[in-house]
């Protein structure tokens, strides 16, 4: 079996690795480095919104999927077009998206809160702000990702990197979010039933931190 050096020189890759591997590679990063990235995104938008406790976990699943879909079509891309992609990413576009995916979801928590209906557009457009957070922030590099990206370049095609990228995205999925979010939702759930004079500036507060945050990232860039 031959082996494949890394970018930047680090650890070399075996040209075939199972899924199982990269599998356990998206669980690595998901129980750690996801945790630690994606929570003040999240976090803040949870707080925010002040769902329910469905309304968050929908919100977590949908953030969930977005992650899973764009590792998905980075494998692809990268079994397609080797590691172009990963110089890509390292210039810095994945801050480009997640500035602006964190400037759209503050920007809705700004907007009124319409709870008459559960099928108003406004309770609909709720999902989009967690997808872009989740899609965006998959493109963060760091040392797992450039190492299923490598895995990818040398997968044969655009399908295999796909599937590469699908399963470390369903092992990136299994994260402590699934519980930190629902805690910090009845957190707050908790300080509005107490002081509901917060509810608004919670909700404010929270849509402007997400802005900061986004116009920082994109001062990265």
Same mark, same amino acid.
């Given at each position: 079996?031959? *082996?494949?050096?890394?970018?930047?020189?680090?650890?070399?890759?075996?040209?075939?690795?199972?899924?199982? @591997?990269?599998?356990? !590679? %998206?669980?690595?990063?998901?129980?750690?480095?996801?945790? #630690?990235?994606?929570?003040?995104?999240?976090?803040t938008w949870v707080l925010? $919104? /002040? /769902?329910?406790? $469905?309304?968050?976990?929908? *919100?977590? =699943? #949908?953030?969930?999927? +977005?992650?899973?879909?764009?590792? &998905?079509?980075?494998? =692809?891309?990268? %079994?397609?077009?080797?590691?172009? !992609?990963?110089?890509?990413?390292?210039?810095?576009?994945?801050?480009?998206?997640?500035?602006?995916?964190?400037?759209?979801? /503050?920007?809705?928590?700004?907007?009124?809160?319409?709870?008459?209906?559960?099928? &108003?557009?406004?309770?609909?457009?709720? +999902?989009?702000?967690?997808f872009l957070l989740g899609?965006?922030? @998959?493109?963060?590099?760091?040392?797992?990702?450039?190492?299923?990206?490598?895995?990818?370049?040398?997968?044969? +095609?655009?399908? &295999?990197?796909?599937?590469? %990228?699908?399963?470390?995205?369903?092992?990136?999925? !299994?994260?402590?979010?699934?519980?930190?979010?629902?805690?910090?939702?009845?957190?707050?759930?908790?300080? $509005?039933? @107490?002081?509901?004079?917060?509810?608004?500036?919670?909700?404010?507060?929270? =849509?402007?931190? !997400? #802005?900061?945050? /986004?116009?920082?990232?994109?001062?990265?860039?």
């Amino acid at each position: 079996m031959l *082996d494949t050096i890394m970018p930047g020189g680090g650890v070399p890759l075996p040209e075939t690795i199972g899924m199982f @591997s990269v599998w356990l !590679l %998206g669980v690595s990063m998901g129980l750690t480095a996801c945790t #630690v990235t994606c929570l003040p995104f999240m976090g803040t938008w949870v707080l925010g $919104r /002040g /769902g329910s406790n $469905r309304e968050t976990l929908v *919100d977590t =699943g #949908v953030f969930l999927l +977005g992650r899973v879909t764009a590792y &998905s079509l980075l494998g =692809g891309l990268a %079994g397609a077009l080797g590691m172009w !992609l990963t110089q890509a990413l390292s210039s810095g576009i994945g801050n480009a998206f997640i500035g602006a995916a964190s400037i759209a979801a /503050g920007a809705w928590l700004f907007l009124p809160s319409r709870r008459t209906s559960p099928c &108003s557009a406004a309770r609909r457009g709720a +999902g989009t702000p967690p997808f872009l957070l989740g899609f965006s922030l @998959s493109l963060t590099p760091c040392a797992p990702l450039a190492s299923l990206l490598a895995v990818c370049a040398i997968s044969g +095609g655009t399908l &295999s990197g796909a599937g590469y %990228g699908l399963m470390f995205g369903l092992g990136a999925a !299994l994260t402590p979010l699934l519980l930190l979010l629902p805690l910090l939702n009845l957190f707050g759930a908790r300080m $509005r039933e @107490s002081q509901p004079w917060l509810t608004k500036w919670i909700r404010y507060g929270a =849509g402007m931190v !997400l #802005v900061l945050i /986004g116009m920082r990232r994109l001062w990265l860039i």
